[in-house]
């Protein structure tokens, strides 16, 4: 069984002027560049990324320069921050079908996947569009890779006070037995630095259904001056 498991946890304190002042001063390459560059050795995995967006439409325009790589194959979105009456079409990615779950009847939230047009899906959980205040946002779909079935899943817990694991441990126990591969990202506003309770409960579950943790890339990333784009990127071997 091969299970990858990502969660970001890289921030900038905003008290530490030292650190901010050393992060504005660096250039950094544009993202679109990282990103090819990052990828060029493996166009034949199946590559895949997680971003907490905190409103796709705020920055559509960004992340059409951002994921043009050919060999980027899905965007786990945390934060999409899409509602029903935005019509997908109106923030599709050239190449990418995308699938959401919008949070309804509160701003903010929700969740999405931008998957290659040519890879096989089906929905298998959604958490409800309508969720409570300290409620779990999740999608989780089946892909097809060359007849191998792969569980592929995004998570946003809103605040470090939602107790998720209730959730998470039932949605792990449903799924994780059904298939060989599986890979989980997210925004679960768990510090798995802190050893904190949050972050040893969270390792223990993890741990339990044989997840294993990647951080290959993680990038913080400022656009439009304050807004937070953070990324890790992992890929799944194909066969």
């Known amino acids: 069984m091969s299970s990858v ?25 544009p993202l679109n560049v990282t990103l090819n560059s990052f990828f060029s050795d493996s166009p034949k995995d199946f590559n895949v990324i997680h971003i907490n967006a905190q409103s796709i439409p705020a920055h559509y325009t960004d992340m059409l320069a951002s994921f043009e790589s050919r060999n980027i194959h899905a965007i786990l979105v945390s934060e999409s921050w899409l509602k029903p009456f935005l019509p997908t079409a109106s923030y599709s990615l050239p190449g990418f079908r995308l699938i959401r779950n919008d949070r309804v009847g509160r701003g903010g939230g929700g969740v999405a996947i931008y998957l290659r047009s040519y890879i096989p899906f089906s929905l298998l959980s959604s958490s409800s569009s309508s969720p409570l205040a300290d409620t779990f946002e999740h999608l989780l779909i089946e892909v097809t ?13 809103p605040s470090l006070h939602v107790d998720f694991f209730s959730t998470f441990e039932f949605l792990l126990e449903k799924f994780i037995p059904i298939y060989n591969h599986s890979i989980f990202m997210g925004d679960f506003n768990t510090c798995l630095l802190k050893g904190d309770s949050r972050s040893r409960r969270f390792r223990s579950t993890a741990e339990s259904y044989n997840l294993q943790y990647y951080h290959w890339l993680s990038l913080i990333i400022y656009l439009t001056a304050i807004i937070i784009i953070i990324i890790i990127a992992v890929w799944f071997p194909a066969e």
Do not use: I, Q, R, W
């Open 5 to 29: 498991f990502c969660d970001e946890f890289m921030s900038l304190s905003s008290n530490d002027d030292s650190s901010e002042a050393s992060f504005h001063s660096t250039t950094f390459p």
């Open 145 to 157: 890779l060359s007849h191998t079935k792969v569980l592929l899943g995004v998570f946003y817990s």
